[in-house]
């Protein structure tokens, strides 16, 4: 038995397959890459069934309960344009209704253990270290969310705070870096240890590119090998600036 890593219902199939990271109306999605095997890799494949207007959905209503349950975000539909006239289905929302993404998108956050961010809900998220049904569940019924991230970190649960985009993403916590893409690396601000690692990458980097990639690298510098959650300046000292670091990185890729 197969298990199903997706939020919607159908059937899966196993396949060989080199690059898998394709989807379509006919030849389904991703389901799990189960063994990689360089050349090849033996892949689940998920194949939504297929519905008519008014018919039965091929939502798993199961993942939808553990989305709203867990990821303080509701799974419903998103309208836009001067008269609603656009539709989203099964989108992933804020409890007031931002559009955060598909409903894939909040099945990832609750597999990730990720927590809707008010503040920047398309592009940051709240990581936990793990899921609290206690807490979670009554602040989710109260709708507290600002006594919800005060308990969490008072019980040590946040891990910090990821921002995201479609190219990329980085976790930042208390120790790392306040993320602005403006800064340019100065070796005082890290220890020699970690400068010559850097150092040591880069020139590898360069060495391995080709005078496209390298173009960029030379203009970006040792920052183009250091991650996004050590680069700035000022340390992270409080959340706040945990989520000011994730959301900065979150625009930068934007």
């Known amino acids: 038995m197969i298990k199903n890593e997706t939020p919607y219902i159908g059937k899966i199939k196993l396949k060989f397959e080199k690059f898998p990271h394709y989807r ?74 931002e559009y955060i993404g598909n409903i894939e998108t909040g099945w990832w956050y609750y597999k990730s253990n990720f927590y809707v961010c008010k503040e920047y809900p398309h592009g940051v998220a709240i990581k936990l270290k793990s899921y609290n049904p206690t807490i979670i569940l009554k602040n989710y019924i109260k709708d507290e969310y600002d006594n919800f991230v005060t308990e969490q970190i008072e019980n040590d649960n946040v891990a910090g705070y990821y921002g995201y985009t479609h190219r990329g993403g980085s976790l930042f916590k208390i120790g790392d870096r306040l993320f602005n893409e403006d800064y340019k690396p100065v070796r005082s601000d890290y220890t020699q240890l970690e400068w010559d690692k850097y150092y040591k990458k880069y020139q590898k980097s360069l060495k391995k590119s080709d005078d496209f990639d390298k173009k960029w690298m030379e203009e970006d510098g040792i920052g183009y090998v250091i991650p996004f959650n050590k680069r700035g300046s000022k340390t992270i000292t409080m959340w706040n600036e945990a989520r000011e670091a994730a959301t900065n990185m979150s625009k930068y890729l934007g």
């Open 24 to 97: 379509g109306s006919q030849s389904g999605m991703l389901n799990k890459v189960h063994l990689n095997l360089g050349f090849t890799k033996l892949v689940s494949r998920m194949y939504p069934n297929q519905t008519l207007e008014g018919g039965p959905t091929n939502i798993d209503t199961e993942k939808v309960s553990l989305i709203e349950k867990y990821t303080g975000g509701v799974i419903g539909t998103h309208k836009w344009g001067d008269n609603e006239e656009f539709v989203l289905e099964n989108s992933f929302l804020t409890k007031k209704g």
